[in-house]
T-cell receptor
C-alpha cells in the first residue's frame, strides 16, 4: 500500500542554519504531497503542498519540490529560526485519504 | 487557524466514564475526519464522514462511536476506554467529499488521558 518515510529525528540546528528534512514515498498513480507542521500543544497546520510532478510548494521560507523520478518531497529552508521548532509531517493523498510519515522533530537553538 | 475548533482541549476520564469530544468546522467543508495521534506512532485515521455519512471506519473499537449530525459538527463518543486510548485526538475537515484529493485542515486536538 501507499506509504511515506521521513528521516528520523530529532534534528537539532543552530539559528540561521540550513534545514533539510528528507521525505520519500511509495504510491500508485500520481498522489498529491503535503508538509504539515505541528507546534507544541497544537494541532497540525498545512505548511505547503504540491499536486503534480516538478511542482514546488513554498510557504514561510520553506520549500519542497515534487520529484517523481526519486519519489521524494524533501523540505528545505535556507535559514531556520527558533520559532520553527516543531514536528514536521510529510504526507501523501491518492484517494482523498491522507497517509502520514512518522514526523520529524526540529529543535532550533539560539 | 480557527477554522476548525475542538472541545474540550484536555480531558481526563476513568475507564468507566462516558464522555464526548466535539469538533466544529467553520469553513463550509463537506468532509470531516477523526485521527488519533499517539506518542511515537504515525497519525492513525479513525473515521471519515462525507456529506454527513460515514464512509470509512478503520477497524476502530466500538468503544469509540462517531456522530455527524450535520456537515459542520462531528462528535466522538467515548465509553469504557482503556489506558492505551490515551492520546491526542485530532479532527480535520476538507472541502470535497472523501475519496477526492483535497487539503485537510486540522483542529488543535483534544488531549485525552484515561486513568
Amino acid at each position: 500500500g501507499d506509504s511515506v518515510t521521513q528521516m528520523e529525528g530529532p534534528v537539532t540546528l543552530s539559528e540561521e542554519a540550513f534545514l533539510t528534512i528528507n521525505c520519500t514515498y511509495t504510491a500508485t498513480g500520481y498522489p498529491s504531497l503535503f508538509w504539515y507542521v505541528q507546534y507544541p500543544g497544537e494541532g497540525l497546520q498545512l505548511l505547503l503542498k504540491a499536486t503534480k510532478a516538478d511542482d514546488k510548494g513554498s510557504n514561510k521560507g520553506f520549500e519542497a519540490t515534487y520529484r517523481k523520478e526519486t519519489t521524494s518531497f524533501h523540505l528545505e529552508k535556507g535559514s531556520v529560526q527558533v520559532s520553527d521548532s516543531a514536528v514536521y509531517f510529510c504526507a501523501l493523498s491518492n484517494t482523498g485519504k491522507l497517509i502520514f510519515g512518522q514526523g520529524t522533530t526540529l529543535q532550533v537553538k539560539p | 487557524e480557527t477554522g476548525v475548533t475542538q472541545t474540550p482541549r484536555h480531558l481526563v476520564m476513568g475507564m468507566t466514564n462516558k464522555k464526548s469530544l466535539k469538533c466544529e468546522q467553520h469553513l463550509g467543508h463537506n468532509a470531516m475526519y477523526w485521527y488519533k495521534q499517539s506518542a511515537k506512532k504515525p497519525l492513525e485515521l479513525m473515521f471519515v464522514y462525507s456529506l454527513e455519512e460515514r464512509v470509512e471506519n478503520n477497524s476502530v473499537p466500538s468503544r469509540f462511536s462517531p456522530e455527524c449530525p450535520n456537515s459542520s459538527h462531528l462528535f466522538l463518543h467515548l465509553h469504557t476506554l482503556q489506558p492505551e486510548d490515551s492520546a491526542l485526538y485530532l479532527c480535520a475537515s476538507s472541502q470535497n467529499g472523501a475519496g477526492l484529493v483535497d487539503t485537510q485542515y486540522f483542529g488543535p486536538g483534544t488531549r485525552l488521558t484515561v486513568l
